[in-house]
């Protein structure tokens, strides 16, 4: 069940979330290029499944699991893991950045799509800090293509998924507590990648476990966060904090791949943050 509006909770749960998926995005990469992406989904579900478990122990494994609207958790859930797959074959084929440059029109998406379906109104100031942090996001990418190719459109197809399943979560919320849709997640996850993941399995090394393990936890972090975040918040409201997941790619890109931003990078990033920063004084004012 939703609990009562605390946008700045939201925003910031948002933020843990994209910093958790950037680690994810940034693990994943290294891993697939020497293991199967079916693989890398099997392990991510069962350490999922893991999490999930534990987080629903407080209020019991079977109090947890029922639903309100199974169908409706069900159908999130499938959803979500095939978003995973789509972002995941994105990362064997396009460089980190190309894909998140195209991955960052799901939070004009997610405004649109939850105007049609939840009736939440985003009004003129949130669409303007939107479309500037969408500024700031062409800024830290400079789109530069190098060939129009059938790969660039898995990133599109994947925010389009993102979109909706963050849609689908917030109507989750109104009826499940973000326990429940955890467990939904993690439980769909793991039986739908069984039925694939052990086919291409290939016997990982010391630090591939490392990397495999690392991957699940940031993912299983980050979907906590993400539903926790929509339960506080509406959805079209914490969408602006969605574009620091670029900050951190970039940061993450460094760090992993010795990729150094650049001055249009660093322009770009405080963009972004400077249209989180606006919605958090819109929100603010709101909830005041």
Not at 133 to 151: H, M
Not at 166 to 171: E, G, H, I, K
Not at 174 to 194: I, K, M, S
């Amino acid at each position: 069940m939703a609990t009562a509006q605390r946008p700045h909770l939201g925003a910031a749960l948002t933020i843990l979330a994209m910093f958790s998926f950037a680690s994810l995005d940034a693990i994943t990469k290294l891993l697939v290029a020497d293991y199967p992406i079916t693989q890398t989904l099997w392990v991510r579900a069962w350490v999922f499944m893991v999490f999930a478990l534990a987080i629903a122990r407080k209020r019991g494994v079977a109090r947890t699991a029922r639903s309100a609207r199974p169908w409706l958790q069900g159908g999130r859930a499938v959803l979500g893991l095939v978003e995973s797959a789509v972002f995941v074959l994105a990362f064997y084929y396009l460089p980190l950045a190309d894909t998140h440059a195209l991955a960052s029109t799901s939070p004009l998406m997610v405004i649109a799509i939850s105007q049609v379906f939840l009736g939440e109104r985003a009004g003129l100031r949130r669409w303007l800090a939107v479309a500037a942090g969408f500024a700031g996001v062409l800024l830290i990418i400079r789109p530069g293509f190098l060939e129009v190719s059938w790969p660039l459109l898995l990133p599109l197809i994947g925010a389009l998924m993102w979109a909706v399943y963050q849609v689908l979560t917030r109507l989750c919320a109104a009826t499940d507590p973000p326990e429940t849709t955890l467990l939904w997640t993690a439980g769909v996850g793991l039986v739908v990648t069984t039925a694939a993941g052990p086919w291409q399995w290939q016997p990982p090394d010391a630090m591939a476990w490392l990397l495999l393990i690392a991957m699940a936890l940031a993912g299983s972090l980050g979907h906590y966060a993400l539903v926790k975040a929509l339960d506080f918040a509406k959805a079209a409201a914490v969408q602006p904090y969605s574009y620091t997941l670029l900050v951190f790619a970039a940061a993450l890109g460094l760090l992993v791949f010795g990729q150094m931003p650049d001055a249009w990078t660093i322009a770009g990033a405080g963009i972004v943050v400077a249209s989180g920063l606006y919605t958090w004084w819109l929100d603010r004012g709101t909830a005041a």
